[in-house]
């Protein structure tokens, strides 16, 4: 109308509805690049009009309409913090019932050690991380669908490596949540079939040390060979080939010791197999 008393007939429709509702997020933990799926849950959403998401006080996402009680929306890129997300219908009324997501750090990676394990498992994983929401660390993943728990202290999360077959697989960090991150770099971990030893030559030694020995077996690795001579590792011996390696003996009080061998530095052979110091 013009003038307040002579309407237009057209009769253009207006459909009132219900205000959607926000009852779930996942996950609740995002990397402050953007770019994750977010899933909200609720009730009242609807497939028509412009359904969308708003990350704190203003910006809004397109949704991806799932069913009435679920979409789905992209986080944008946000500095890490608590950050609010409201849903509605048609782009201009938002919930007033909302929850909250965390951004995160992108998880920076200094160091895996020891990169490498026997496929047994069993393996003390220790990994450099750092994230603003380390307190929310709560597992790893070794390639594969099964969770470890890790132990988190300061900048830094243990994981002991569950049995795999032979092969490099990257490990993946759990959130409290259930979320699975990736870090800033690969975290990769190889895992090696244990070596083992069958003959040591010479099988003897002076107690002072320095005797170089011919180790003979299966299943040593290029890329390590420590000899553990009693409760002492001897410093990194030489790899030959499969099946031969050397290592120098250790100084030892006089009597019999046995030597086991090992590709990372921390798991090693079980045989036992003995050297006489004189």
């Known amino acids: ?152 202290q300061a900048e830094e999360a243990v994981c002991v490596s569950p049995s795999r077959g032979a092969g490099t697989v990257e490990i993946s960090l759990v959130w409290s949540d259930n979320s699975v991150t990736k870090g800033s770099k690969p975290l990769m971990f190889r895992y090696f079939v244990m070596p083992r030893v069958r003959m040591l030559v010479p099988s003897g030694g002076p107690t002072h040390g320095g005797t170089t020995i011919e180790v003979r077996g299966d299943a040593f690795d290029r890329d390590g060979v420590y000899c553990r001579f009693g409760g002492a590792i001897a410093s990194k011996g030489v790899y030959v080939s499969s099946s031969m390696a050397r290592c120098v003996s250790v100084s030892m009080p006089a009597g019999t010791t046995y030597v086991d061998v090992s590709t990372n530095g921390a798991d090693f052979s079980t045989e036992g197999v003995h050297f006489e110091y004189t």
Request: aromatic share 8%; charged share 10%.
């Open 1 to 152: 109308s013009t003038n307040g008393a002579d309407f237009s007939t057209e009769g253009v429709h207006f459909e009132y509805t219900g205000m959607p509702i926000v009852s779930g997020i996942t996950p609740m933990f995002v990397a402050e690049a953007g770019g994750t799926q977010i899933t909200v849950t609720g009730s009242g959403f609807l497939s028509k009009g412009e359904l969308q998401c708003r990350f704190g006080p203003d910006t809004t996402i397109p949704a991806n309409f799932l069913s009435a009680e679920a979409l789905v929306c992209s986080a944008p890129a946000h500095a890490p913090g608590n950050v609010s997300i409201a849903v509605s219908n048609n782009g201009l009324d938002f919930t007033s019932s909302y929850m909250s997501i965390t951004y995160v750090a992108r998880v920076s990676v200094a160091s895996v050690n020891p990169s490498v394990g026997p496929s047994s498992g069993g393996t003390p994983v220790v990994i450099g991380v750092s994230s603003t929401a380390m307190s929310q660390l709560t597992g790893c993943r070794f390639g594969g669908d099964t969770m470890v728990k890790a132990m988190v």
